[in-house]
Structures are given as C-alpha cells and as structure tokens.
C-alpha cells in the first residue's frame, strides 16, 4: 500500500472527524435561556430561531462535506486525476495550456457540484429564515462571473506558477511566491473598482447626518478616505455588514443598506470607527505581513513535492507533471494549514478586541457599539453561546457576549 495514499486518506478522514466533533460540541453547548445581556432585544421564541437556524446549517455543512469527501476518496481510488490528465493531454498543447485544462476542469466540476450545495442554503435554510431576496437570475449571474473570475485571475497566476516552476530551477518556488504576492496585491486594489461593482452596486452616500458624522470622525481620527457608500446588499440577503476597500487615500466606507436601515446613527458611526481601528492600528498590514510569510512557506514545501514519484503513485497517475502536483501538494498540507489557521484565527480574534476597544476610546460611545452589536447578532441570527472548541478552531471574530463584557470593561 502506498504511503502517501494512506496518509491523505487519514488527513482526509481526520479532517472531516474532527470537524464532526467540534460542530457536535457546538450544538450541545446551546443554551435554552436568553443571555441576560440579550434580554432586551431576544424574546425567547426568536432566540430559539437562532438556535434552529445553526442547527440546520450545521446539519446542512456536515451532510455536504461528507458527500464531498465520499466523492473525493472516490475519485481518488478509481484513478479520476489520471483519467482527468490524460483528458488534458489529448489536446496535445504544451506544459502550461495542458494544466490549465487539467486545473480548470477541475475548479469546474468542483463548482458544479458546489452550486446544488449553494442553491439549497440559499434558496431552502435562508428562504425558511427570511434571510434570502437573491432571485434565480441573481444566483445564476453571480455563479457564472465568479467562474469567469476565477477561470481568469487564477488562470494568469496558475499559468505563472506552471512557467516559473518549469524553467526556474531550484529557487522557482522563490519567484512563485514573489509573482504570487504581487499578483493578490494588485487584485486587493483594483477590487473595489472592478470586481465588486460586478456584483453590488455602490452609491455615494447622500448628504445628511451619518455622513456628517462619519466624515467629522474621520477628519478627527486624520482617517484618510475616498468616500463613503452604500452597498445593495439587501438584492441577495436582509442581513447586514460594513468593511473598507482599497488602500490609502484610496480606501472606501461600504455600508450595507440594509445595515443603515437598521441602525442609529451612533451605532454605524461606531461600527466605522471599529473598521478604523484596524487600520490605526496596522491590522490590516500585520495580517498582510502574515499571509506574505505563510504564502512562502507553502510554496517552498510544494517544490519539495512537485516531483515525487510515490506522491503521484498515489493519485494512480501515469505521468509526472507540475500543474498535478500542485493539488496533490494541496492534500499534504492540509494539517499545517489547519495549524496556521489556529494562529491566524487567534490574531484576528486579538485584533477585534483592540478595534472595539479603539472604537469605543475615540468616538466615545461604547454603549452604541454594543447596542449595534446586539442588533447585528439579532438580525443575522448569530450564536450567543458557541462552544470553545467552535471558537478555537473556526472563529476570527470574538464570541459576542466576549466582546460586549470587554468593552463594558474598558469603562467600568
């Protein structure tokens, strides 16, 4: 038996085992009673909504991931990636376009597959809770400019990766990482002007209070800014968000107008100052810094890999090529990326403390960033009470109830 098989065959297995018993802890952790800092704005029949509402999209998450790992072991066994190759080698075209069509058929069938995944919670678990208002259409629209999206800038990247691998020797995974960095950079600054005006429309916000308020912040916090707008988010979902854009002078305030109907103007200008307070305080470059250095070590543990002969035995492949090796690689760091998340997880829960308590210091009124708190955790249905385990593993944002006793905190 082959090595490697058995080992991502575990990796596969283990992943799926430990995210049954940490969803399993979640839900036994739910509590009947209504968080006494909830009791003013959580009656209980709504309370048990919430609590419904994560039992069917646990149920929900952990019924798709098994069928998808019961396709991959599949898949895996009977030979699928090889039978997928030599579908890409028949074309006959060179290195680079013949792994494109191995990894675009791939993403694309993976999609399909994903999109009865996404219809069902959109239009079944969201439709039940009065979450959904995205139409057919919508749905439709958006599957198809994301794979066009993705077909695309992952397309140019994968490409580089093919050639840079393929001529550069033994540092190429050194360019890769370069070329790769470089490449998310550039994306994450044209995406406020291109790519997400594809999806949402964005309309200057219109002359009135909040914004009053929101430019007197930022002017007082030396906050440098392009503009504030309002997202239709309200096309595909009632629930509510906010988040900056851009970089420098550049950057942009989206509000979701389902968020500014939904709150006082103290409590959107205090939600601001909590995105603010990331950029004061360099979270955003940190986590940058962050992403850069796990991006290289990837990519040099990959060049470790791309060749190995029992690695492609295990895929029953009959060729060795460097577009395969890429995914395969992908299975083996499974378990290091899970342990990286856990950091990163546990920086960026770091993080929202410091912007809450940067918020609550320099607008002034710490009791409206926990009323919009409150009222976000209400409206999206949110998990009072998730288990420590759920925390851990999978949250980059505080528990609620943490985050409100920590700002109480600040001014007790």
Request: glycine letters at 4%; one cysteine or more.
């Given at each position: 038996m082959n090595i490697y098989f058995l080992i991502i065959f575990t990796l596969l297995i283990g992943d799926y085992l430990l995210g049954l018993t940490v969803e399993t802890a979640n839900l036994r952790a739910l509590r009947l009673d209504v968080p006494e800092e909830f009791a003013d704005v959580y009656d209980r029949e709504k309370y048990k909504k919430s609590q419904q509402y994560l039992r069917e999209n646990t149920f929900f998450e952990l019924a798709s991931s098994g069928v998808f790992l019961i396709i991959t072991l599949v898949f895996i066994s009977a030979g699928g990636f090889n039978v997928l190759d030599r579908f890409a080698r028949a074309f006959k075209a060179g290195e680079i376009i013949t792994g494109l069509i191995f990894a675009g058929t791939l993403i694309a069938l993976s999609q399909v597959l994903g999109i009865f995944v996404a219809a069902y919670h959109t239009f079944v678990i969201e439709e039940k809770y009065g979450f959904n208002r995205t139409t057919v259409r919508t749905f439709v629209a958006d599957f198809f400019k994301k794979m066009l999206l993705t077909m695309f800038l992952g397309g140019i990247i994968f490409a580089l990766i093919l050639w840079f691998f393929g001529y550069a020797g033994k540092i190429a995974w050194l360019y890769c990482w370069v070329a790769t960095v470089l490449f998310e950079l550039f994306v994450v600054f044209i995406s406020p002007v291109v790519i997400m005006p594809l999806f949402n429309k964005f309309t200057p916000l219109e002359a009135g209070e909040l914004k009053n308020k929101i430019e007197e912040y930022a002017r007082k916090e030396r906050f440098a800014m392009q503009g504030v707008y309002i997202l239709d988010g309200s096309r595909r979902s009632s629930k509510s968000n906010a988040f900056f854009a851009g970089f420098g002078k550049s950057r942009r305030i989206a509000l979701y107008d389902t968020l500014v109907k939904?709150?006082?103007?103290?409590?959107?200008?205090?939600?601001?100052?909590?995105?603010?307070?990331?950029?004061?305080?360099?979270?955003?470059?940190?986590?940058?810094?962050?992403?850069?250095?796990?991006?290289?070590?990837?990519?040099?543990?990959?060049?470790?890999?791309?060749?190995?002969?029992?690695?492609?035995?295990?895929?029953?492949?009959?060729?060795?090529?460097?577009?395969?090796?890429?995914?395969?690689?992908?299975?083996?760091?499974?378990?290091?990326?899970?342990?990286?998340?856990?950091?990163?997880?546990?920086?960026?829960?770091?993080?929202?403390?410091?912007?809450?308590a940067y918020a609550a210091r320099t607008y002034g009124r710490p009791q409206a960033m926990i009323d919009a708190l409150k009222k976000l955790s209400v409206n999206n249905l949110s998990n009072l009470t998730p288990h420590p385990w759920k925390v851990f593993f999978s949250y980059t944002h505080p528990p609620v109830l943490e985050r409100i006793r920590a700002i109480k905190n600040i001014h007790s």
């Open positions: 939904g709150h006082t103007v103290d409590e959107l200008v205090s939600i601001l100052a909590h995105e603010m307070g990331h950029y004061k305080k360099r979270h955003i470059l940190k986590q940058i810094a962050i992403s850069i250095v796990t991006t290289g070590f990837m990519f040099y543990l990959m060049s470790l890999f791309l060749n190995n002969r029992l690695l492609f035995d295990a895929f029953k492949m009959e060729h060795l090529s460097i577009y395969a090796g890429l995914f395969f690689f992908s299975f083996l760091f499974t378990p290091l990326q899970t342990i990286i998340s856990l950091f990163s997880h546990a920086f960026s829960r770091k993080c929202e403390y410091q912007a809450d």
